[in-house]
């Protein structure tokens, strides 16, 4: 057998204690890596709308009723857009229904085939927007048309009216309403009964739902084509520089126009998109400086073994160089010796990061890891393992053979 | 003989600084950690109405179609309007309240322009006394106010000093949107947390409701919505919610003192099914729950998943700094085998070595139960920092504070134990013959 594994059957205790200590932090740091690295992909998922040049906010009508008679909504709504256009910097202005990451979502089933509930698709987002909302969204079409002027209508689903005949889905639906067809002018209905039938006029190729959860998913929505929104969202196309003063300027104009109503603050879209996200964001912070903390201690541990084991063979070091072996030996041979018992708690260690990944789908739904994972947490422990090594080992290297002649 | 025992530690300690220090941070950063965790975990999953909740239930029943494509087997996690009332109306608890939630527009006196939402709940006589909800003047309405459909209001503490400058304003009106209410209560500062009776609202909420009104003047009125509902059928085309026979949209509450009336209950809500579908109301066979208070919080997940998932990252922490120390503490020992050979040598046991070694180690778990006491104040405050609703519950009480320093101390003790036995078997005449 090796002589270095010979020897280090004399230190039995030591080496379980620092494999298992490689272990636990290989299968924590393993996973933990693993939970960043997908936090990071879902953050990069682009919305599918201009983030940097979109500014919003909500306008909710106040029912005072009395003295003075509401105006006509429709006018009040064309009034609102047409003063907010003329705001510095607006390109373009539209009201929806809601946008992408403000949590806020409206969802509904859609049906196949007409009168028939089995045929039914349920939990599906509906974006409802007034003219010009793709382009002021920048949502880009893959296939089709954006709606034309005269498919707007007045339509709202808390109450009994008639909702607009055509429609744009993202590729998501419609490859869940027909697996493997071209949507375009396909039709689909809006209720059980069969009497509110869409026809299919545009595919978008990906739009972030409101919110990403576990009944809507990520992005399969509809977008119907409507002239106004009643508590919708007033959103601007903006140049990006002029998005501050926009966003301050935005409530005062519709109060201006129509005060009996609460106008949120405006939000500069950007912003919006960062709150989402908030929660992971604060989660990497968290698993980051974890993984750090447990990697620094971890290599204070293997500093702080391998001085001990220095100190304890200081004699046999000066024997080995007395009889001939070169410095090299011997930083080779601490540096092989750490390498051997870290491979030996990464071993370890990856069956317990198996076994975790698959606690932790379990009870909190994540994914499941690749095994290329368990690569990244062996490279940084590794090479850990020999950073930590490096000083003690040259500590070792450097006993002179004169030790071997003295008594210690 | 401890202070002599203490004495030798300090020395100890002091004469290896670097480890000394090292094993300190060690435990300083494990404590730091998981105390953050488990604190914010802590008041995360706190009763949210200590003596109650025992007695508070929230029954389910099933009013669902056959084949509704819905594939979890649980009822719907509220009722249906019709429900709501049969349940109200039989009058089977001690307390029951029908209730649900949803925003008003205040008028304040200043003027329509200063008008400003603000949450509410609608909601049933009971809701006071069975919740124990604390008045500050007046109360809470009486059951014939909600049959007479009276236009009474109780508001927050909060909202009587905004509109009034004093929490006196029993008599007051409220103008909400264009309908006046005659202020009949006002309450104290109370949101319990998690915000149980309602859900719908978010689990933790920074803005519990300012005003409580008579669920059926509040849905004559048109001022209450609903903060969550499931449908599974139409929707009123007149957008009552009341007529919606196939919305789940209320939430119930009934209070039964003793395991007799929660039998009771559970028989009632299950004949309640059968009469049910007798009627032709219901399709499905009985399928009720009766669940209290911390049942109903566990069933719902109100503890966010990243909160279990950090607060298990720190203890996994925690266990790295304790096999950690227990190296660096055996490395310790082993290194001072030739003292304690002399001391054996001199007539100490193996016990009052091994009583020697824990002070020591004791000392360095209090040193790091300090420091990590500081730490976990630090994340805390971080934590604080935090725009989620339930950050500003992050504090530190006192069973948590000593909770630190008898974690800290244990472990250390536990983690002292192996290394402190191995240097204990050293045989002292070997060992002072090496030397």
């Not at chain 1, 007034?130 to 296939?143: D, E, F, K, Q, V």
């Not at chain 2, 709501?84 to 209730?99: E, I, P, S, T």
């Not at chain 2, 309908?179 to 009776?197: A, E, K, L, M, Q």
């Not at chain 2, 790091?368 to 630090?378: D, Q, R, T, V």
Request: glycine share 8%; aromatic share 8%; proline share 6%.
């Amino acid at each position: 057998m090796h002589p270095i594994i010979s020897a280090l059957k004399h230190h039995k205790t030591t080496i379980v204690l620092v494999a298992l200590e490689i272990a636990l932090t290989c299968a924590i740091v393993t996973n933990a890596l693993f939970l960043i690295g997908d936090r990071l992909a879902a953050m990069r998922v682009p919305t599918g709308v201009a983030d940097n040049e979109l500014v919003w906010a909500r306008a909710s009508g106040l029912d005072l009723g009395g003295a003075a008679v509401s105006r006509d909504p429709t006018d009040v709504a064309a009034a609102d857009l047409a003063a907010l256009r003329g705001l510095p910097g607006v390109e373009s202005a539209a009201m929806a229904n809601t946008l992408p990451l403000t949590n806020n979502y409206w969802s509904m089933g859609v049906f196949r085939r007409p009168g028939d509930e089995k045929s039914g698709l349920d939990n599906v987002v509906e974006y409802l927007g007034s003219p010009g909302m793709l382009r002021t969204l920048g949502i880009r079409l893959s296939a089709g048309r954006d709606f034309l002027p005269q498919e707007y209508v007045d339509y709202n689903p808390f109450k009994d009216q008639p909702p607009p005949t055509v429609v744009i889905v993202t590729r998501t639906l419609a490859g869940q309403l027909w697996p493997g067809e071209s949507p375009l002018g396909k039709t689909f209905w809006l209720d059980s009964d069969g009497k509110h039938a869409v026809q299919v006029v545009g595919v978008v190729g990906h739009l972030l739902n409101p919110s990403i959860n576990k009944d809507q998913g990520v992005d399969r929505s509809l977008i119907l084509p409507v002239t106004r929104v009643q508590g919708g969202v007033y959103v601007l196309r903006v140049r990006p520089d002029a998005r501050g003063a926009v966003k301050r300027d935005l409530p005062g104009v519709l109060t201006r126009i129509d005060p009996a109503r609460i106008v949120t603050d405006g939000h500069i879209y950007a912003d919006t998109v960062s709150d989402y996200y908030h929660g992971d964001r604060a989660m990497i912070w968290v698993l980051l400086v974890v993984t750090g903390c447990l990697l620094a201690l971890t290599a204070l541990g293997v500093v702080g073994l391998s001085s001990f084991w220095v100190q304890q063979r200081t004699r046999q070091i000066g024997i080995r160089r007395a009889i001939g072996a070169t410095r090299r030996d011997i930083l080779r041979y601490f540096q092989f010796e750490n390498l051997l018992i870290v491979s030996a708690g990464i071993l370890l260690g990856s069956l317990g990061a198996v076994g975790l990944n698959l606690w932790l789908m379990k009870h909190y739904e994540l994914a499941h890891m690749p095994l290329a994972w368990l690569a990244s947490g062996a490279v940084v422990l590794w090479l850990l393992g020999q950073l930590a090594v490096l000083g003690p080992a040259l500590r070792a290297a450097a006993v002179p053979p004169v030790v071997a002649t003295r008594s210690v | 003989m401890f202070g002599y025992y203490l004495d030798l530690a300090l020395h100890s300690l002091k004469r290896n600084k670097v480890l000394t220090a090292l094993m300190v941070l060690a435990i300083a950063l494990g404590i730091g950690a998981s105390m953050t965790m488990i604190t914010v975990l802590h008041v995360m999953t706190a009763d949210p109405i200590p003596g109650r909740s025992g007695q508070l239930f929230y029954p389910q029943i099933d009013p669902r179609p056959m084949d509704s494509d819905n594939p979890t087997h649980d009822p719907p996690d509220q009722l249906t309007w019709i429900d709501a009332m049969n349940l109200l109306h039989a009058r089977k608890g001690v307390h029951q309240a029908a209730m649900t939630g949803g925003r008003v527009t205040v008028v304040p006196p200043q003027g329509a322009s200063h008008a400003f939402f603000t949450p509410a709940r609608s909601t049933t006589a009971d809701f006071f006394p069975m919740f124990d909800v604390p008045f500050l003047d007046g109360s809470g309405w009486a059951a014939s106010d909600d049959e007479r459909r009276s236009r009474v209001a109780v508001i927050s503490r909060d909202l009587a000093d905004k509109l009034y400058g004093t929490p006196h304003a029993v008599g007051q009106t409220l103008q909400l949107g264009k309908y006046d209410f005659r202020i009949v209560g006002v309450i104290d500062r109370w949101n319990p947390s998690p915000h149980f009776y309602d859900l719908g609202m978010g689990n933790y909420t920074n803005e519990p409701e300012q005003v409580f009104l008579p669920l059926q003047t509040a849905l004559d009125l048109k001022l209450s919505g609903a903060n969550s509902m499931s449908c599974w059928g139409k929707f009123p085309s007149d957008g009552d919610l009341r007529k919606a026979s196939s919305c789940a949209w209320m939430d119930f509450w009934v209070q039964l003192d003793t395991p007799q009336q929660v039998v009771a209950y559970h028989e009632f809500l299950v004949n309640y099914s059968e009469q049910q579908k007798a009627l032709g109301h219901f399709v499905r066979p009985p399928n009720t729950r009766l669940r209290d208070v911390m049942a109903w919080l566990d069933y719902n997940h109100v503890v966010p998943g990243s909160v279990q998932l950090q607060a298990l990252l720190a203890l996994g922490f925690m266990l790295v700094c304790l096999v950690n120390t227990v190296a660096l503490l055996l490395v310790k020992f082993l290194r001072r085998g030739g003292e304690l050979s002399v001391r054996r040598a001199m007539g100490a046991s193996k016990r009052s070595v091994f009583a020697q070694l824990l002070v020591e180690a004791a000392l360095v778990g209090l040193a790091g139960g300090a420091l990590g006491l500081l730490l976990a104040i630090f994340g805390l405050w971080i934590v604080r920092q935090q725009p989620v609703p339930y950050a500003t519950l992050a504090h530190m009480d006192g069973v948590m504070l000593s909770a630190t320093f008898l974690l800290a101390v244990c472990a250390t003790l536990v983690a002292a134990l192996f290394p402190a036995w191995r240097a204990c078997r050293i045989v002292p005449a070997r060992l002072l013959k090496t030397q």
